[in-house]
Structures are given as C-alpha cells and as structure tokens.
C-alpha cells in the first residue's frame, strides 16, 4: 500500500555533510509522523529525528545542533541533513512514516518503513 524509498546515504569523512531523503508513495491521503532511525553494528535501533506534520520535531540528543529534519507534506518527502558527521555517526539510516491515513478509503493503516541506507563516517 505504501512504499518509503531512501537515498543520499554513503562515504564522507568526519567533519562532512550528507542529506538524507526519503520519497513516500502509495495510497497516501495524510502521514502524521515521518522521522529517521537509526542501527549502528551492535547496537539497538535508535531514533534519530522526527517531524510531524504540524511541525513538531524531535532529535536524539546525539545529533541535536548538527542534523536538521525537514519535510515537504505535498510531496510525502522527509528529509535529513547531517552535518558536523562523527565516526559514531555510522550506520544504517531508516526512514519512518507513522499515522498514515489513506485516500481510498480513508482509514489510519500501520506505520512504514523503509529499507534503509547506509552512512559511514571516516576518522
């Protein structure tokens, strides 16, 4: 019913900067919540940012100051600019869209996930 398609991950040394962006499709009349997590090697999945749809944002402590999530509700797009990238900053991102409602009919469905992308920051 929905897809969550990623892109913009990849190789940048520590100091740089990647963004981020994530493409819902689908069946989509509304999402409430689109955001990023994150799994590094080894460790649990974290939340990284999310966004709602009023504009309400969260960040992990980690990257506050230095990522920045935006999202374009007519083109169902979440986006995650990172800069200021650590080392620790590596792993796989993953988008997220939660309280989607959708077109036909209009109900509320279980949240999406995308597949992921890989980030991998370099000392």
């Known amino acids: 019913q929905v897809q969550l398609v990623e892109s913009g991950g990849g190789l940048v040394q520590a100091g740089g900067s990647l963004r981020l962006s994530c493409v819902a499709s689908?069946?989509?009349?509304?999402?409430?919540?689109m955001g990023w997590y994150r799994q590094a090697p080894g460790k649990q999945c974290e939340l990284v940012a999310n966004?709602?749809?009023?504009?309400?944002?969260n960040y992990a402590d980690s990257v506050k100051g230095r990522f920045f999530i935006a999202r374009d509700n007519a083109k169902n797009t979440v986006y995650l600019q990172m800069n200021s990238l650590k080392p620790e900053d590596t792993a796989v991102y993953s988008c997220y869209a939660g309280g989607i409602v959708t077109a036909r009919p209009m109900e509320l469905i279980r949240d999406y996930w995308g597949q992921g992308t890989q980030v991998t920051v370099s000392s």
């Open positions: 966004l709602t749809g009023g504009g309400s944002a």
């Open positions: 689908g069946n989509i009349f509304r999402i409430n919540t």
